[in-house]
Each structure stands twice: as C-alpha cells, then as structure tokens.
C-alpha cells in the first residue's frame, strides 16, 4: 500500500489555486466550499494514515478531483484558470485509468504496471512543468497588475490632485479677479483725485488772483464810472453853451463827450476782458486750440500775477520789465492752458524775488532801514521770435534754485513753500502743459543770482 | 496852485483834465501827471518848488506810491508839498503806513472828485 500523497498535493494545489483566484477578484461564493473542500482533502488524507488503506479513499480522491476539475472547467467565472486546470487532466485520466484497469483486469494492469505508473509519473512531471510555467506567466501577470494598479493608484491620485489644483486656481482666480477690481476701482479714484487736484490748483491760483483780478476790474469800471459822470456834466454844460449861441464851445463840447464815450467804451471791455480770461482760468477744461496773441497773454497774466502778490503782501514792491517781440503774430494754443503755465511762472518768480527781498531785508543794520536797499526785486517776461518757434522767458533775481533740487521742480507735489502755501502741482502741471502743446519747458538758473524759465513752443 | 498826479493809467490825465476843465480854464490849478514813482521824482527833480500838491496812487509797476512819498518827504524838506495817497485797497495796513510816511491825506478808490475839490481848496 502507498499513500496517495500525490492526489494529496495535486488537490491542495488545484483547490488552493482556486482559492486564491476566488479570493483575488472577489467571488465571495466559492470562498467557504472551497474552504471546506480543503479541509477535505486533508480529512481524507488523515483517514487514509489512520485506516492504513488507500482502497476507498483512492476513489474518493478519483471523485473529490474529478469534481472539482469539472467543476472548475463548467463555471464561467473561472475560465480564465482553464488552462491551469487542464494541467491535470492527464494526471488524473491516467491515475485514473490505472485504477479502473487495475480492478477490471487485475492480471493485466500487473503485466503493464509499468506503462501505467510510466503515464502517470510522466503527467505528473507535464503537470509540474505546466504549472511551473503557468506560474511563471502568473508572477509576470500578477507583477503587470500590480504595476497597473499602481499606475491606477497613480492616476487616481493625479486626478484628485487635479481636482484639488483647478479648485485652488478658481479660488486664486477669483482673488485675482477681486485684487484686480480693486485695482481697477483704486486707479477710478486715483484718477478723480488728480483732476480733483488739477481743479483745485486752478482754483488756488484763481483764489491767488483774485484780488488782482478785482483791482483789475475796479480800475477800469472807476473809468466807466468817471467817465459817464463827466459826460453828464458836459451835457449840461452843452445845453447851458447852446442857450447862449455859443456853437464853437458846444462842438468842443461834442468832441470831448464823443472821446469820452470811446474811453468808457474801452474801459468797459477791458473789464469784460478780465472777467473772461478768469473765467477761462477756472474752466475744468475747454481744450481747443485757437490763434492767440502771446504777448497780450503774457502781459495780461503778468499783470494779474502782480496784483494778486499786492493784494497778499500790500508793502511789496517788485521792478517788471516786459520785452515783448512785436514781430510774433499768433501761435495756435489753448490760451487758458498757456496762461496758467505763464502763471505760474510768474508767481513762481514773484514768490522767489518776494525770499531774496525778505533775506536782504534781514542782512540791514537798523541805520540803513531807511535808505533804498541795495538789492532791487526785479522780474522780467520776455517773448522770442525763434522762426518756427517761439520762446516766452519769465526771470528773476531771486536766490536761484540749489542744484540738489533742480532736477525735483518738476516733480508732482514737490514744493519749497511752507506746508499749506504751496501745492507742488505748478511746475508739474505747467510742464504737462507745454508737453501737450508739443513744446519744451527749460530752466537755467545760477544760486545768488537768480533763474529763467523758458516756454518754447512750436509755431 | 500847481498839482502833480502819479498813476500808471494814463487815461487819468483825460479824467483830471476834464474834470478840472473850469478850474483850468480860470488857471485856478494847474495839472502834471507822472505814470510811475520814477517820472514824478524826475518831474519834481525838474520843477522844484513849483509843485505845492502832490496826488499819488499807491499801487503801480515799479516804485511804489508808499516809496515815492518818503523819498519826496526826505527830499524835499523846504517846503514840503503836500502828498495825497490814493489806494484802490482802502485797507488799515496802507493807510497806517502812509500816515507813518508823513502822507497829508489818504483817499480810496473810487475818487470822489467833489470831495477831492474841496480838499484842494483847503490846503
């Protein structure tokens, strides 16, 4: 008698291998009869060392094989282990056979025993050699699946990655989008508060004219006002020389009426004059180009700028000279621009012989109080025919500008002035000015002796 | 009675002249206009002693009325003529400081022209 401890390995094999395929891609039904097929199989070996016979038992591993290749070959779900279960098909139908002749014809199964354990030992080699590479091909496989589940595992990462990347770009989108109209909305206000600015400097240097436009206007309506009353005195006059006869001192008479009424004529248009260029100065923006007498503007601004400074600072005096190039016709520019660039060079200069006046002042010993001092406030504006430009000079004797702030005066909100008294959009805005006119605003200027600001522009 | 008016309007000589034309016409007062502090001096420098009323504007391009009347009262001591200060800012500072000048009088703009006639009478 032998143990059939091949049956016992090929049914551990064949039902684990089951087992494990059940178990790897979750057919929970098979699980616990394979289980228990297992635990049979060793059952039936115990039985088979207990009793000492292998006469039964061989037949029930016959059965117990039988079914569960059939098995295994019958179910779809295992189809894919087809080709390792045939591995034990010969095995077994010749392990089989053996026994089936062996208890048919006992004498003829002895006579070719040999043939018959030659088969069997031979399927079981083809078997192990099979399932050796089969297991081989398994391994690859089962490598392949762990790589792919990997990559799975990978991609399935990647994608909540993903995911999580677009909700953080939306979230940093939309706070871009935020900063962005913040942005937006902070330049909107930038933008109002610089015209805001550039209106409210006009209205400072309007506020700075003010009293010099008043005295502007004041002369000349006294002129309308003197006028028209001397003129009512002469018409009586004239009737009073009528009654007499007196013709000759009546056409004299006539004459002085008629100039009379040319002067407050002119008077009255000299103030009207006024009242419109203060109104242009203070207008936010008109911006048309028109053929502008330059030196009239200079003059008209130099004169507003003197009597604005007066009606501040009553005890002060300056020297104006004006060199006006009567061969300039017109220049195309927006006057009220022009103006206010004039303007403010003016007062630039008035604001600078105003310092030099207070420095020289305070170098006086008590005894020279009384005498004319040495230094003479004087400012001149200038007009140059340059061909195809024209140049406008506003200088002064003041103390000049120091070089380490020369290359600022043009600078926005840059000022010398005592906080409150000046804005430090002048210069800056003047430059802006000119720019637009396509023109250049220079500045030649020497410490102790004074500075020249150039307006030059294109005819 | 000879009277020199300092203003840098030069209509104000045609306004003087015309509403003085009796008064000149009967060479009861005789007129000179200055247009700048610089032309009355030169004026007075050239008819010294001749001018006994001198009628001036504070505010003008270069010397101003203020510094005219202390170089004329300096100047010209014996005898001196009388300085009438005319502002069109009839403010307290120009007043005191023309009255601290020795200014004779202090008028305001506009003139009242028969006020002013019967200021010329007095003096």
Redesign the interface.
């Known amino acids: 008698m032998s143990l059939s401890v091949a049956p016992l390995v090929v049914s551990l094999i064949v039902t684990n291998r089951i087992r494990k395929y059940v178990k790897t891609n979750i057919l929970q039904r098979w699980e616990k009869p394979l289980k228990y097929a297992l635990f049979l199989s060793v059952l039936l070996f115990a039985a088979e060392v207990i009793f000492s016979d292998t006469e039964v038992t061989k037949w029930v591993w016959h059965a117990y094989l039988v079914t569960i290749i059939v098995f295994a070959l019958k179910q779809e779900e295992l189809r894919l282990l087809r080709m390792f279960i045939v591995a034990f098909i010969p095995f077994e139908l010749f392990s089989l056979l053996g026994d089936l002749t062996q208890l048919i014809n006992d004498s003829f199964f002895k006579d070719h025993a040999n043939y018959f354990n030659n088969a069997t030992g031979f399927s079981f080699f083809w078997m192990a050699a099979i399932l050796y590479s089969q297991n081989r091909q398994f391994k690859a496989a089962e490598k392949e699946r762990i790589k792919r589940q990997h990559e799975d595992e990978l991609n399935r990462a990647i994608a909540i990655r993903k995911v999580e990347l677009e909700v953080l770009v939306a979230e940093r989108t939309a706070e871009l989008t935020e900063q962005k109209e913040e942005l937006e909305h902070a330049l909107e206000e930038l933008r109002s508060t610089q015209s805001q600015l550039i209106q409210s400097e006009k209205m400072a240097s309007l506020g700075e004219l003010t009293a010099g436009i008043a005295?502007e206007i004041?002369?000349p309506?006294?002129?309308v006002?003197?006028?028209s009353?001397?003129n009512t005195e002469?018409i009586e006059e004239m009737q009073e020389e009528m009654e007499k006869g007196n013709m000759d001192e009546v056409k004299a008479l006539v004459k002085?009426i008629a100039?009379?009424e040319q002067?407050i004529k002119h008077?009255g248009k000299r103030a009207d004059a006024i009242v419109k260029g203060m109104l242009q100065h203070s207008r936010s923006n008109s911006g048309v180009k028109e053929p502008t007498n330059i030196n009239a503007l200079a003059d008209e601004y130099l004169r507003l700028a003197?009597?604005g400074l007066?009606?501040k600072d009553?005890?002060f005096?300056?020297?104006?000279e004006t060199h006006f190039d009567e061969s300039i016709i017109s220049v195309n520019i927006i006057p009220q621009d022009i103006g206010r660039a004039i303007l403010n060079l003016i007062t630039n200069a008035f604001y600078a012989v105003q310092v030099e006046t207070r420095h020289a002042l305070s170098l006086r010993s008590p005894e020279q109080s009384?005498k004319?001092p040495d230094y003479i406030p004087t400012i001149s504006v200038s007009t140059k025919n340059r061909g195809n430009r024209v140049e406008i000079l506003v200088k002064d004797n003041g103390p000049g500008i120091p070089a380490h702030i020369l290359d600022k005066i043009f600078q926005p909100f840059f000022t010398t002035k005592p906080t409150g008294e000046g804005t430090g959009l002048g210069l800056s805005l003047s430059y802006d000015i000119v720019k637009a006119h396509g023109g250049e605003l220079k500045v030649d200027t020497k410490e102790g002796e004074g500075t020249e600001f150039s307006i030059i522009l294109p005819v | 009675m000879k009277i020199l008016v300092v203003d840098d309007e030069r209509d104000i000589q045609t306004l003087f002249e015309q509403r003085f034309r009796k008064e000149i016409k009967e060479k009861s007062m005789e007129f000179a206009f200055a247009f700048s502090g610089e032309e009355a001096l030169t004026y007075l420098n050239l008819h010294e002693h001749e001018t006994v009323l001198i009628l001036s504007d504070i505010n003008m391009p270069g010397m101003s009325g203020l510094e005219l009347l202390r170089q004329i009262k300096e100047k010209y001591l014996k005898p001196p003529p009388v300085v009438m200060i005319i502002t069109a800012y009839g403010d307290a500072e120009s007043f005191d400081k023309a009255k601290q000048l020795g200014a004779d009088d202090f008028l305001t703009k506009p003139v009242d022209f028969n006020y002013l006639k019967e200021k010329f009478k007095q003096s």
């Open positions: 005295h004041q002369n309506l006294n002129f006002n003197n006028f009353e001397v002469l002085d100039e009379n002067k008077h003197y009597h007066r009606a009553k005890s005096n300056v020297t104006m009384h004319q």
